[in-house]
């Protein structure tokens, strides 16, 4: 494998399915289960970071008259119960897992420890990290570039429904042109919005290569570990 260790990024509102009709498709926890577990299966070590967007977003809050930092908060919460299904999921195809939240709650989760989390990813246990990095006005995205340079991941894996990196929105453009390969520089100077501005300045920084896929596609997120060309690679 040409990554030993990966931070995969998957948003929560993919855990809906496309039918929309629920809040977490089993049939898409189990697509997940299966597709992580063939990362296992050549003892990747992988940490996965998943959004709330399929249950609540901070920026939703106002337009309901609760206050942002508080619907952040809120939130985070749905990020751990995305974590929480995602880990029994996991555990029922018999892989080993961890989660770790950035807000203690000591009967779900453990706090994140970084050398803890690291002490996990080496014994092969698959880390969750919940709750965001446990403060409001940041994003998962962002949660996912912080977790991933702290527990030193090769890269950090952005699953989406879309196969990398358009030009312009393929969902909208038929004749949009996918990237194989950006720079960091280039994916800035024409505002690609790969990752919300913090996550991607985290990743830049710190030199931290990120590869956007398509997570529904079976078999490419092991080809994406393996090195092979899929989705965009930006670095
Ligand atoms: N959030 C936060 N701090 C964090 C991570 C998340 O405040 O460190 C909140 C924020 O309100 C965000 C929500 O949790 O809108 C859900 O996360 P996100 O929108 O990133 O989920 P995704 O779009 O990946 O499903």
């Known amino acids: 494998m040409k990554y ?17 009709s629920t809040n977490i498709d089993p049939i898409m926890l189990e697509q997940y289960c299966a597709e992580i577990q063939t990362l296992r299966d050549q003892k990747v070590e992988l940490a996965i ?25 809120m939130g985070m919460l749905a990020t751990v119960i995305n974590a929480m299904a995602l880990q029994s999921a996991l555990e029922r195809h018999g892989l080993y897992t961890r989660l770790m939240a950035g807000i203690k709650m000591e009967q779900v989760c453990e706090p994140f420890i970084r050398r803890r989390a690291i002490r996990h990813l080496e014994k092969g246990r698959i880390v969750i990290f919940g709750a965001g990095i446990g403060n409001p006005y940041f994003t998962t995205d962002s949660t996912a570039s912080l977790r991933a340079i702290e527990v030193q991941a090769d890269i950090v894996l952005k699953g989406t429904r879309v196969d990398g990196v358009y030009n312009k929105d393929p969902e909208k453009f038929p004749d949009a042109v996918r990237y194989k390969t950006l720079s960091f520089q280039e994916a800035y100077e024409r505002n690609l919005n790969i990752m919300d501005m913090t996550a991607f300045t985290l990743c830049m920084e710190n030199k931290l290569p990120i590869i956007v896929f398509d997570m529904n596609k079976k078999g490419n997120l092991l080809k994406i570990a393996n090195g092979e060309e899929a989705g965009t690679l930006i670095s």
């Open 4 to 20: 030993k260790r990966i931070l995969l990024k998957l948003s929560g509102e993919a855990l809906q399915g496309p039918s929309k």
């Open 49 to 73: 970071v998943i959004g709330g967007g399929n249950i609540f977003r901070g920026g939703q809050a106002e337009s309901l008259g609760i206050d942002r930092v508080q619907g952040d908060y």
